[in-house]
Structure formats: C-alpha cells, structure tokens
C-alpha cells in the first residue's frame, strides 16, 4: 500500500517525514505528480542516492519507453513538459549534464555573484524602508519576491517589463497538481524566453544570458536551441522560488525563536550561521526533482526496483537525528555543516553562492532596518505552500513596530 504525499501532508512536513524516518525509510508513495514511487528519508540514504550512478535523471527518456511500451505517443502536454524541462542539466545525466553544467557554472562563479552585492544590498535596505511603521506586510510577497527577482533578472539580463509573471510562473510550475495552470504557466514562460532569446540574439549584453546565446549560436554542439530554452527556465523559475522561501523560512525561524534573534542581533556577524541553519532547520525545498533507479538499489532501509521513480526528501535528512543532534531545535550557533538542500554530488545547485547571498542580505538588512519587526499571525494560522518540492509559506505576515 502506498502511502499518499500531498499538500496537506506537507502543511505538518516534518512531523509526516520524521514518521516515515522511523517506520519505512524507503516507502512506497502516490504524490500528484507520481502515482508511484519510493520515498528516501533518511540522511545517509539521501546523501547516498544523491552521488549514486545508479540514479538517473533523464526522465524523459524514460517516460518515451514506457509510452512506446504502451503503444502511444507522449501527449502535447506532456512533449510540452519534457520539451521544456528536460533539456536542463537537472534532467540530464553524464555525459550530457556534465557539459551543461559547466555553462552554467560560469554564471555563479564568487566573482559573478559577489558583483551583485551592492546592488542587492541597496535594494534589500530600500524594500525595508518603505514598510510604513506599525503597517502589516507579507515578508513573501513584498520583500523576498521583489528582492531575488532582482538578483536573478539581472544575472540572467531580463529587462524590467519581463520580471512580473515570474513568480506566478514559479508557484504554478513548481506546485503540486499539474493541471491546467501548470501547463499555462509552463507555455508563457517558454513563450517568454523563446522570444527574449531571439531578441538578444541580435542586440547581445554581458550578461549571462547572451554569453549562453553566443556559445549555442557559435558551437550549436555544445548547446542546443532546446537546452538554451530550458536551462534559461530553470534558472529562473527553481533559482528564484527556492531563494524566495530560503528568506521567509530565515524570518519565521527567527521571529519564532526570540532568543536566537536576541543572540543574532548581539552578534550580526552570526547572520552566516542563520543561512546554514535555516537551510538545515527549514529546508526551501522539501522532496528534489523526480529521477528513477536504473537497475536495483538496495538500501539499509529497504530496496528501490529497477525503473522505480525516486524522491528524495532533502527537508528530512537535514532533520534527522542520527546526524544533527537536538534536530527540531532552531539553534544558529549550531555548526549545519553537512546539511544537503543545495543537494550532494554532481547535481549539487550552481546557484548556492547565490542563494546564501540574497539570505544574508535580507537577514541583516530586516534586523537593522526594522529592529521591532514581529509575526502579525499566530503561527498556526500559516500555512505552507501546496507543494511536495517546495517548503514554503504561501504568505508571511509580519507588522513592523512595537
């Protein structure tokens, strides 16, 4: 029997996943997306399957054998979907994700992000500065939206009239159901940068963007039309919406934990150790994108049939106690040191310099800015995003003074 994953499960994520750390590790689960598949929840069984060949990533491989096995072509929506995504390196497996993923490297070397500092930083203290005091504010909506938009509109060079839909393009695509919406979502965005892509072809920048344009154009080998469409995607829409949830998970920690934000505000030089305990405590992201055994693996916890698809929940192994002690407890002068959600191995996220940069920026910039910033909501009255990849709050309302 398989046990259903859905969005109300995740609203209490850590106490589901805790569960199933102690009862089936590997545990056969239906979620929206998967009718069928084996949840991994245990750090060294996460960690492992994470730098285990025998994972793969090219899922729409897959899901053309299992069509011609059923004698049918992939649908529209589905070519859509595949077409899209799986062109990404988080798609790809070696040799294929090896090339891509050295392009996208020089997007997120220290020097590239480090050039996003004053700006982001400016920013950061402007979008503290217009909360009006005793105002009521969505910290995702009005803060940590704008603030890594930014960041990644200007990397990526997305002029300003394009930057609106993005994050309902994110929430909808990264969402549970794939319904209607994800589709329509997944078509404009697509639309978006298809066009945007021809454009810069023309009237090239520096920014990333045109550098990926110039090396497909120059050495279509390297890079193909198809993948320039969806590596631009994913590092607009994953990029931005794990950002997003990393610096409203930071402010819910914080406010929630009154002597971690006394201890912080005593010693800002702490704001590193918030990032990585954040990122252990209340991972952006709960269950990584789908891949699939290809041969048997079999786990201290249990085995995972050859084809099977594979989840592995990254939000579960940062809680689990074999590795982090007193893991349910929100402590930032805790070393985190190990923890997975930017993922292990070679699918580790290029976009974590990045990731930790926006996090320390928002963090101090809402502590010296708004010094007597508190929840506007009990905390039971939040609720998470329907969602098994992403762990965040659908909104965090927060009133700015005393």
């Known amino acids: 029997m398989r046990v259903a994953v859905d969005g109300e499960a995740m ?221 631009s995607l994913l590092l607009l829409i994953a990029g931005h919406d794990t950002s997003v949830h990393l610096i409203a998970n930071a402010v819910l920690c914080l406010l929630t934990s009154p002597d971690q934000l006394a201890a912080l505000r005593a010693d800002p030089s702490l704001v590193d150790n918030v990032v990585e305990e954040v990122l252990r405590y209340e991972s952006p992201v709960n269950i990584l994108p789908t891949r699939f055994a290809g041969s048997s693996i079999e786990l201290a916890g249990g085995t995972i049939p050859e084809g099977e698809t594979v989840l592995l929940s990254v939000l579960s192994a940062n809680r689990d106690e074999s590795v982090f002690p007193d893991p349910d407890r929100f402590d930032i002068t805790r070393s985190a040191a190990g923890h997975l959600a930017f993922g292990h191995g070679i699918h580790y996220c290029p976009g974590a310099p990045l990731a930790r940069l926006e996090g320390r920026l928002a963090v101090a910039a809402l502590i010296t800015g708004s010094p007597h910033l508190r929840l506007a909501v009990a905390p039971d009255e939040l609720r998470w995003r329907d969602s098994t990849l992403m762990h965040g709050l659908e909104s965090l309302l927060v009133r700015n003074g005393q």
Not at 105 to 119: I, K
Not at 139 to 164: H, K, M, N, S
Request: charged fraction near 30%.
């Open 11 to 231: 609203q209490d994520a850590h106490g589901f996943m805790a569960k199933l750390r102690g009862s089936a590790p590997v545990c056969p689960v239906s979620e929206a997306r998967q009718p069928a598949a084996a949840l991994v929840t245990r750090y060294e069984d996460v960690r492992a399957l994470l730098a285990d060949g025998r994972v793969r990533h090219d899922v729409r491989s897959k899901a053309e054998r299992e069509a011609a096995a059923e004698r049918r072509e992939l649908t529209p929506r589905e070519e859509l979907m595949y077409w899209a995504l799986g062109g990404s390196m988080i798609y790809r497996d070696p040799p294929d994700h090896t090339r891509l993923r050295r392009l996208v490297n020089q997007a997120f070397t220290p020097r590239a992000v480090e050039r996003l500092r004053p700006r982001l930083s400016a920013v950061a203290d402007e979008l503290v500065a217009a909360f009006a005091p005793g105002a009521t504010v969505d910290l995702v909506g009005e803060f940590a939206v704008p603030l890594t938009t930014l960041a990644i509109c200007e990397l990526l060079g997305i002029p300003q009239d394009g930057r609106g839909a993005f994050w309902g393009w994110a929430q909808a695509i990264n969402d549970a159901e794939a319904g209607d919406g994800y589709y329509e979502a997944l078509a404009e965005a697509v639309e978006y940068l298809s066009a945007l892509i021809e454009r810069k072809r023309v009237n090239r920048g520096t920014d990333l963007l045109s550098e990926l344009i110039a090396v497909s154009d120059e050495d279509g080998d390297r890079l193909s039309a198809d993948e320039l469409v969806a590596t």
